[in-house]
């Protein structure tokens, strides 16, 4: 069955905030995801599901549950592994078959439950075998990919936090019927949701990297663009998406360059003193806002090839990553430029 065509990101009109913190997310995977709030209709879900198309493709351990690259290789997760065709293989020292793939996008159901996120025992194996297994979850089919959550503010709080602890750590582990497993879970978190259908927990707003709010465009010539790329695409897929393809690769290959140059990207002290000095005018808790702010302002830099983080970047950096950590009290003063709740 052909693949369907997926709205290309290159073509979604406006919403600069949104492109650009999701950019950012895949450059840097440790900024710990994104949310995207907004009213209905303004391309949240459009731009989610669009990301993953831009991303160079990876290699992948053939029929592996975990979605282990060839460096992930052996250990607990391949010797515990609930499904290990190529266990006694790559447990021997040799090395397992492999195949290029394009990032997954992963989306998360409004009704999951915990078992489902994480995992759970596979009942079938343990009444005929008598041993027991366990079925991955939804965050091992996430692992190198993106994981979509759409209204994430209906979720239950618990399944939230699970998310977002696997997502700050990069591992899940999962515990059931005494039997204890843990698997690499790093993934690009990208949380949407509409206000008006009920906010999520500071405690919990806190936890996403960088946040942006997203509204209908206002000029009038942007939103008739908007109407006749819509239905360009609509009236032929295959054709509209190879149509961009070329700005499409553009985009793949300067992230493949911004992930290169990231390790390298420096930020000096002066820099790192104005973001703390940015995130007490804010009046954040703790330290989580300071730590984002430098990683994204570093990401900036990676993106515009630069290795050292200007003051245009913290600002850029500082909008993206500080409004949904400010508290909301009526006639506090705020920083500049930032609006509190993101």
């Known amino acids: 069955m052909p693949q369907k065509a997926v709205y290309p990101f290159a073509a979604i009109v406006g919403q600069e905030d949104m492109k650009q913190a999701l950019i950012l997310n895949v450059v840097n995977p440790n900024l710990s995801g994104v949310l995207i709030r907004g009213e209905k209709g303004t391309g949240k879900s459009t731009a989610a599901r669009a990301l993953a198309e831009i991303l160079p493709q990876i290699q992948v351990v053939a029929g592996c549950p975990f979605q282990l690259g060839p460096t992930e290789t052996g250990g607990d997760t391949c010797r515990d592994c609930p499904r290990g065709q190529c266990r006694e293989q790559v447990l021997a020292g040799h090395a397992p078959p492999l195949k290029s793939r394009k990032v997954r996008l992963v989306e998360l159901p409004v009704g999951a439950t915990e078992d489902r996120v994480v995992g759970s025992m596979d009942l079938e194996r343990a009444l005929k075998e008598g041993e027991k297994h366990l079925e991955p979850g939804i965050l091992a089919a996430a692992h190198r990919g993106i994981l979509y959550v759409d209204e ?17 750590m990069g591992v899940n582990t999962v515990e059931r019927e005494g039997v204890s497993f843990s698997h690499p879970a790093r993934f690009t978190l990208v949380g949407t949701m509409n206000p008006e259908e009920g906010e999520l927990r500071p405690q919990l707003l806190d936890r996403f990297g960088l ?32 149509g961009w393809q070329a700005p499409s690769e553009q985009i793949t290959q300067q992230i493949i360059q911004a992930r290169e140059l990231l390790p390298k990207v420096q930020a000096s002290q002066p820099v790192k003193l104005n973001i703390a000095e940015m995130c007490l005018q804010a009046g954040v808790d703790g330290h989580r806002a300071d730590i984002i702010t430098l990683k994204a302002a570093k990401s900036l830099a990676a993106w515009e090839q630069s290795e050292q983080v200007t003051e245009q970047h913290v600002e850029r950096a500082a909008s993206l990553a500080l409004p949904h950590r400010m508290r909301r009290q009526p006639f506090e003063q705020v920083v500049p430029g930032l609006t509190p709740g993101g």
Request: aromatic residues 4%; negative net charge; hydrophobic residues 55%.
């Open 211 to 242: 946040c942006v709010l997203v509204e209908g465009i206002r000029d009038a010539a942007d939103r008739v663009k908007v109407m006749d790329l819509r239905a360009d695409f609509d009236e032929d897929p295959v054709a509209f998406a190879a």
């Open 152 to 168: 994430v503010n209906l979720l239950d709080d618990h399944v939230v936090d699970v998310l977002l602890d696997s997502a700050a």
